[in-house]
């Protein structure tokens, strides 16, 4: 069935560093990704979103490609920030186009 | 204003009580969802509703059930809560199919004791 797993839990990073954090996806729709970021008590919010193969998607320094021959779309920062401490998800539409599935989360945490 | 509103945001209920988690949204969208989170899970879709009175179950409907006679909103009943229904719950709507962006409310925390 359709799923999305993001390898890592926890990533820990100094202000500064560049980060990557991994998604990868299985559907036998036509795959359209997503990635949400949710702050501490608060609600999820869309970050970047993408259906075409092999562009660059960015937004608030994020930045993201989807791959459909790896089946991946990794979300990059060059530089974190403090702001960034966060759970990021990601999500694909699913083979029924109906819903989405998210990935487990992963939590970044950014110290000075 | 482009907002999802959740009520409540608290809540602590005792094995076997009912529980009415309801959600608003002031978008007009078609597409509403009930999801829980729990730690290491992500989002999990407990419901979706595609319009008034055209709900679905999702991935983890049981023990739950929906309502939804406005478009506006969209409310989440637990008959009998058990325990492991702790959890947070999450609303959200999006405007047609899930290619569209979803938008969060701000969450109802439930605790089942």
């Known amino acids: 069935g359709d799923s999305v797993t993001q390898t890592e839990g926890l990533v820990t990073l100094t202000k500064g560093l560049p980060v990557m954090l991994n998604c990868t996806y299985q559907t036998t729709y036509s795959p359209f990704l997503f990635w949400y970021v949710q702050h501490l008590n608060e609600a999820p919010k869309l970050l970047l979103k993408s259906s075409t193969d092999n562009k660059r998607t960015e937004h608030q320094g994020f930045y993201a490609t989807l791959h459909k021959s790896s089946s991946s779309f990794h979300l990059q920062k060059s530089s974190v920030q403090l702001s960034d401490s966060a759970l990021y998800f990601c999500a694909s539409v699913t083979s029924s186009g109906q819903k989405l599935v998210f990935g487990q989360g992963t939590i970044l945490k950014v110290y000075l | 204003d482009m907002k999802v509103t959740q009520m409540p945001r608290y809540l602590i209920k005792r094995m076997g009580e009912n529980v009415l988690l309801e959600c608003g949204q002031d978008m007009s969208h078609e597409t509403m969802y009930w999801y829980r989170q729990d730690p290491g899970l992500g989002l999990q879709l407990i419901y979706i509703?595609?319009?008034?009175?055209?709900?679905s179950e999702g991935d983890i409907p049981k023990g739950y059930r929906v309502s939804r006679k406005k478009r506006e909103h969209f409310s989440l009943i637990l008959d009998s809560a058990k325990t492991n229904q702790t959890s947070v719950y999450f609303c959200a709507s999006s405007l047609g199919a899930s290619g569209n962006t979803l938008y969060f409310g701000e969450g109802s925390r439930l605790i089942v004791v």
């Open positions: 509703s595609y319009d008034v009175d055209s709900n």
